[in-house]
């Protein structure tokens, strides 16, 4: 059937924002974009105190995706990761629908 205005549109915003941009393998593949339930539910800071990574598969593909702390967490301490560490707020914005709290001059 065919789909409506808003159906593309929800589709057009699940595709643009949702997706997660994984890390190169290790034999030099460029990353890879997916989509990863639940993950990409995960908030962003500037300082992140974990990170998305993928293991085993195929050459330029993962098997699995996890979020991994990259350092101790206490008890109940909210995971982190970057949605771009370089990235500009206007960036996040249009990428992803948000501007961070903290100031800066973009």
Known sequence: PASSDGQRAWATAMCSSRPFRLPARAEGR????????????????????CEVQG???APGAFEAVALVATRSLDAGEEALISYGGTATHAALFSGFGFAPAESRSD
């Open 30 to 49: 460029g990353g890879r974009t997916a989509f990863v339930p639940f993950l990409d539910m995960a908030n962003h800071a500037a300082s992140p105190n």
């Open 55 to 57: 293991a085993g598969g």
